[in-house]
């Protein structure tokens, strides 16, 4: 988003030229299991002290903050690659349950109010989830953006995203990348604060829980030893990621001290995920909703081959 924040990722020529192929590689991306890896970068949305109350309100994150990034992750997954009808039916989904998300935060938010469909916040959430798989894309692939496909793969995620748009010019999200970046440089200068449930969600990073959405129980608790001692590793490698593409302003909210060690562990890091990227199959890389997509789109075009380019005779004299 700023010049700090891309300061690890490779310089990019100033050219207004799209490259389809560039933007295929993006659209994938958007459907990758890699872009898992750089979910803590999402807590930049509880930096945001009510939003921070109403997830505290919940519990949820408590009981097993992996189900909660389990459940956004797949949400916003069916906005990206759903069809037009579920993705309206998903954004209407999601602002119908989130009425019930409105009051008064507990213990250290006593004294904060909250609405999750006051735009302020609803946006904020929004914004954060898009930036995070356009933050991601260059770690995770090597292929670096130039400023316009920067702006065509924003406005890909933006039309993707209008379905959870709230009515009203308040409700609307920011029209451009340019104006992404000013609105987020603006609430981390005036809007984001430290606050202890940041501090908690941060600290258990690396004690990360097993989820137990999709696994049935037999299946979790054979996993569960094997979780417990490759977790720490897992965390860190998360952490690092994430809070590679992290804006600084809210990376310093977390108390994370990122140091030359740091950019020396999350090159590291990057090149493993971008040699997964060049070599794992299409089956295995991408969530299934993203990959049945591309496979129908596929067979689509298959058919469209074999069809003619008109019903009517054919030019030219039929004999001689």
């Known amino acids: 988003m700023t010049k700090a924040m891309t300061a690890r990722v490779p310089d990019v020529a100033e050219d207004a030229t799209v490259r389809p192929w ?3 590689q993006f659209r994938k991306h958007s459907g990758s299991v890699l872009t898992g890896v750089f979910g803590a ?3 930049d949305e509880v930096a945001l002290v009510p939003v921070a109350a109403a997830v505290d309100r919940t519990g949820r994150f408590e009981s097993n903050f992996a189900d909660r ?3 956004s992750g797949f949400s916003a997954l069916l906005a990206i690659w759903g069809d ?3 993705r309206e039916a998903e954004g209407e989904r999601l602002k119908t349950m989130h009425r019930e998300v409105r009051g008064r ?13 006051n735009p302020d916040l609803w946006n904020w959430i929004a914004v ?3 930036f995070i798989t356009l933050n991601s894309f260059t770690p995770a692939t090597g292929i ?5 496909e920067r702006e065509a793969a924003y406005q890909q995620l933006l039309e993707a995203f209008r379905s959870i748009e709230l009515p009203g010019k308040a409700g609307r999200l920011p029209a451009t990348h340019a104006d992404a970046v000013s609105y987020y440089d603006r609430m981390v200068a005036t809007e984001l604060a430290a606050n202890p449930f940041l501090d908690r969600v941060v600290d258990n990073l690396t004690r990360l829980p097993l989820p137990t959405l999709l696994l049935p129980p037999p299946l979790r608790a054979g996993l569960t030893p094997l979780w417990a001692a490759v977790r720490p590793v897992a965390g860190r490698v998360i952490k690092v990621c994430s809070f590679g593409i992290m804006h600084p302003g809210v990376r310093e909210l977390t108390g994370f001290d990122w140091q030359s060690r740091h950019d020396a562990e999350f ?3 990057t090149r493993v995920l971008q040699l997964i990227w060049r070599t794992l199959p299409d089956r295995l890389l991408l969530i299934p909703l993203a990959y049945n997509r591309l496979q129908y789109e596929k067979l689509v075009r298959l058919h469209r081959s074999v069809s003619l380019d008109s019903f009517g005779p054919p030019s030219g004299c039929p004999v001689g």
């Open 267 to 269: 090159a590291v890091y």
């Open 128 to 130: 954060s989830g898009i």
């Open 41 to 43: 970068a999402a807590f």
């Open 69 to 71: 990034g389990v459940r």
């Open 84 to 86: 037009p009808a579920d």
């Open 144 to 148: 670096a953006l130039n400023p316009a």
């Open 105 to 117: 935060g507990k213990g250290e938010f006593a004294d904060t109010r909250y609405s999750a469909l």
């Open 22 to 24: 560039v933007m295929r």
